[in-house]
Nanobody
Framework: QVQLVESGGGSVQAGESLRLSCVVS????????MGWFRQAPGKEREEVAV???????RYADSVRGRLTISQDNAKNTRFLQMNSLKPEDAAMYYC??????????????????RGQGTQVTVSS
C-alpha cells in the first residue's frame, strides 16, 4: 500500500499562489505527523510546515502567515496553500509523514515516509 503521494508545484510570479497536495494512508492522516520540507540549491533541507496527530501546526518563521496547511478529510489529503510567494520560497518541496502523532523532529530524514519532491519556482 502506497503511504504517501504528493503533487502540485509549478512556476509562478512573486506574489502569486500555489497549492501542494499530499495524500497519505488513513491511519497516518488521522493519527500521524505530516508536513512539508523544502530544499533550495546549495542549502540544507528545512522544515516548512507540519501538523501533528492532534491537529497542532508548526510553521517556519519565514512562511508563517503566507503558507497554511489545510485538509480534505474525505480524501486523507492535506494541502500546503502557499500565498504571496516570494523568490526565496523557490525550492524543491517534499511531503513527509510519520505514524507517530508527535512531530518531534524537524528533519525529514526522521519521517517514515517521504515524497520524491515537487519543484516550486518563483520569479521576481
Amino acid at each position: 500500500q502506497v503511504q504517501l503521494v504528493e503533487s502540485g508545484g509549478g512556476s509562478v510570479q512573486a506574489g502569486e499562489s500555489l497549492r501542494l497536495s499530499c495524500v497519505v494512508s488513513e491511519y497516518i492522516y488521522k493519527r500521524g505527523c505530516m508536513g512539508w520540507f523544502r530544499q533550495a540549491p546549495g542549502k540544507e533541507r528545512e522544515e516548512v510546515a507540519v501538523i501533528d496527530g492532534y491537529g497542532r501546526t508548526r510553521y517556519a518563521d519565514s512562511v508563517r502567515g503566507r503558507l497554511t496547511i489545510s485538509q480534505d478529510n474525505a480524501k486523507n489529503t492535506r494541502f500546503l496553500q502557499m500565498n504571496s510567494l516570494k523568490p526565496e520560497d523557490a525550492a524543491m518541496y517534499y511531503c513527509a509523514a510519520d505514524s507517530g502523532s508527535d512531530c518531534y523532529s524537524t528533519h525529514s530524514v526522521d519521517f517514515q515516509y517521504r515524497g520524491q519532491g515537487t519543484q516550486v519556482t518563483v520569479s521576481s
